[in-house]
C-alpha cells in the first residue's frame, strides 16, 4: 500500500493547473449512456473513480475510452443493463447509471453502492423518484431492479426531493430528460457540478428550464444525441491548493479554474486575512501572519461546502485565536481530528461542532487519510510541520487529486510517494 512521505519545507507558494472536476465528470460520464450517437467529453481528470466508471461503462457492451483528458463513447453496441457490485462497491457515483438506463432502454439493475465512509448517504430519493415517473422499483439480494413503465418510457412527474441530494438531483433530471412529458423538480441541489451536468444535457437536446435555480422543468424528448462537452474546473481542488498559501504564508496562483464557483469558500480566505485576486480563469491567493480565526458552517450550494470544511479545519488549526466549525452534511465527517490532534492541533468535538483553537504550528507525525478530502488536509498540514510525516491510506486522495504529487511538488512541497511491504 502506497504512503507519502512529506517533509515540512515551512511555504506553499507557486502556480498550479487545475483539473476537471472529479464530482462533475462522474455524472457527465453517466449522461453518455443516453445519446444515441457519439459523444466526446474534454478535460476529464484522470482518477481512480473516472477509471472504475468508464469500466462499469464499457462492460455494458459500450465503446469507450480515454486517452489524456478526453472520452469518446458511443453507445450503439451496449447489449447489457447491469451495473455489478463488484465495481459500484468501490464508489457511490456509479449509481448514476441508473436513470440514464431506465429512462433511455426502460430497465437496470444496478447494485447499491458503496464508496467513503463520511456518512450516510441513501439512494432513497433517487428511487421514489423513479417510482413518481412510473417505474417499478424492486430492491433485493443488495441490487436495485427497475423498470419503465408499460411502453418502456417514463412519465413525467411532480417531484419535491425531502432533502438537498446532488446525486439525486443529478440521477433524475438525467431520467427526465427522456420521459414521456414534463417534469417539475423542486428542491433541487444548484451544485456548479449539477448546473454543468444540464448544460451538457441540453448541448444533447434536452430542454431543460431553471439551470441553477432549486426548481428545475424537464420537457422530455424522443431522443438525444451526442456532442462535444468540456468539464468544469474542479473548485475543490482549486480551494485545496489555496489553502496552503492561508497555512504558509505562501503565495498560490491557481490556472485553468473558475472564481465564480469557489466564492464561499474565497470570502472565508478573505476573512482570514488572505489578498485574493481573480482573473476570468484564474485565483491567487497572498498571505501574510497567521491566519485570524473564523466561524464555519457547511451547507448546501451556495453556503460553504462540505468538501472544503477539513481543509479549512487544517488551515484554522493554526489561526491566531479559535474557530467554530458545524458540519451540517455528513456526521462522520470529522474523523480526521483524531489525525490532525496527533499533528500537534487542539480541537474539540461535540456532534456537528468541532472548536479549533489555533497552535502555531504543525508537529510532523505518522498519520492515515480517513476519506478524500481529509487526505489533502494531512497533505497540507504535513508539508507545514517541521520534519517528516507519513501518511498512510492515500488511495483515497488518488480518488480525487490528479498528478497530487507533481503538482505540490511544483509549489514546494517535499513529497515522495513509497511503498509499504507490510
Request: glycine share 10%.
Amino acid at each position: 500500500m502506497d504512503q507519502f512521505l512529506i517533509t515540512g519545507t515551512g511555504r506553499i507558494s507557486g502556480e498550479v493547473t487545475i483539473s476537471g472536476a472529479k464530482n462533475a465528470a462522474l455524472p457527465l460520464l453517466a449522461a453518455m449512456i443516453l445519446a444515441e450517437t457519439p459523444t466526446t467529453l474534454h478535460n476529464v481528470p484522470s482518477l481512480q473513480d473516472v477509471t472504475t466508471l468508464i469500466k462499469l461503462i464499457s462492460g455494458m457492451g459500450i465503446v469507450i475510452s480515454k486517452e489524456g483528458n478526453t472520452v469518446t463513447c458511443n453507445t450503439k453496441t451496449i447489449d447489457s443493463f447491469y451495473a455489478p457490485y463488484d465495481l459500484v462497491k468501490t464508489m457511490r457515483a456509479s449509481i448514476l447509471v441508473l436513470g440514464p438506463l431506465l429512462a433511455r432502454f426502460g430497465e437496470a439493475e444496478v447494485s447499491l453502492p458503496g464508496g467513503c465512509a463520511i456518512g450516510s448517504r441513501p439512494v432513497d430519493q433517487h428511487l421514489q423518484a423513479f417510482e413518481a415517473m412510473g417505474a417499478e422499483i424492486i430492491v433485493e439480494n443488495g441490487y436495485v431492479k427497475a423498470k419503465a413503465p408499460k411502453g418502456g418510457k417514463l412519465i413525467g412527474c411532480e417531484y419535491s426531493f425531502d432533502m438537498v441530494t446532488v446525486g439525486g438531483t443529478e440521477n433524475v433530471i438525467m431520467a427526465a430528460a427522456l420521459a414521456k412529458g414534463t417534469t417539475r423538480l423542486e428542491n433541487c441541489a444548484r451544485e456548479p457540478e449539477v448546473v454543468d451536468l444540464a448544460n451538457m444535457l441540453v448541448a444533447m437536446g434536452a430542454k431543460i428550464d431553471g439551470i441553477g435555480t432549486a426548481n428545475m422543468t424537464i420537457e422530455g424528448v424522443e431522443s438525444l444525441h451526442g456532442c462535444e462537452y468540456s468539464v468544469v474546473p474542479d473548485r475543490i481542488e482549486t480551494g485545496s491548493y489555496l489553502a496552503g498559501a492561508l497555512m504558509t504564508e505562501g503565495d498560490v496562483l491557481t490556472k485553468h479554474t473558475r472564481p465564480e464557483l469557489l466564492l464561499p469558500v474565497l470570502k472565508k480566505f478573505e476573512a482570514m486575512g488572505a489578498v485574493i485576486t481573480t482573473g476570468e480563469d484564474w485565483i491567487r491567493a497572498q498571505m501574510k501572519g497567521r491566519p485570524l480565526p473564523v466561524d464555519i458552517r457547511t451547507q448546501p450550494h451556495p453556503g460553504f461546502p462540505t468538501d472544503m470544511q477539513a481543509q479549512l479545519m487544517a488551515v484554522c488549526c493554526l489561526a491566531d485565536g479559535t474557530s467554530t466549525i458545524i458540519e451540517n452534511i455528513f456526521e462522520n465527517r470529522y474523523m480526521h481530528v483524531p489525525e490532525l490532534e496527533r499533528m500537534g492541533a487542539n480541537i474539540k468535538v461535540d456532534g456537528h461542532t468541532a472548536i479549533v483553537k489555533g497552535v502555531e504550528k504543525f508537529e510532523a507525525a505518522p498519520v492515515m487519510a480517513t476519506d478524500l478530502r481529509a487526505s489533502m488536509s494531512l497533505v497540507m498540514a504535513a508539508a507545514t510541520a517541521e520534519g517528516k510525516s507519513l501518511i498512510d491510506r492515500i488511495y483515497h486522495i488518488d480518488r480525487g487529486y490528479e498528478d497530487v504529487e507533481n503538482k505540490l511538488r511544483g509549489l514546494g512541497v517535499k513529497i515522495e510517494r513509497v511503498s509499504n511491504k507490510d
